[in-house]
Nanobody
């Protein structure tokens, strides 16, 4: 069974940090670009950060640029999202998603959530004092 599982969410004070993990089971992430998305109550799901299958390309939403860092460890079949200087407006359910991009190349970054083939179940991040 092909699965993505997010972990690392929780409650943190403003200014704090969390590291989210996205682990794949049932398939290898080597040829998959990964995106992190988030959805706050009453809002649409939005893209936060993306990393290409090679790890050579990354991209961030303006709202998180300079505070979040995406990375991947293909040996561990896991992608990470390091979140620093967290703000209350970062509160949301965070999802990771995988897009098979073998034919698009190792630097391809799918930005639309409609391009992604697999999704995790999400992990809650709450930033509050």
């Amino acid at each position: 069974q092909l699965q993505l599982v997010e972990s690392g969410g929780g409650l943190v004070q403003p200014g704090g940090s969390l590291r989210l993990s996205c682990a794949a089971s049932g398939f290898t992430l080597d040829y998959y670009a990964i995106g992190w998305f988030r959805q706050a109550p009453g809002k649409e799901r939005e893209g936060v950060s993306y990393i290409s299958s090679s790890g050579g390309s990354t991209n961030y939403a303006d709202s998180v640029k300079g505070r979040f860092t995406i990375s991947r460890d293909n040996a561990k079949n896991t992608v990470y999202l390091q979140m620093n200087s967290l703000k209350p407006e970062d509160t949301a359910v965070y999802y990771c998603a995988a897009d098979y991009s073998y034919y698009s190349g190792g630097y391809y970054l799918p930005r639309s959530k409609n391009e992604y083939d697999y999704w995790g179940q999400g992990t809650q991040v709450t930033v509050s004092s």
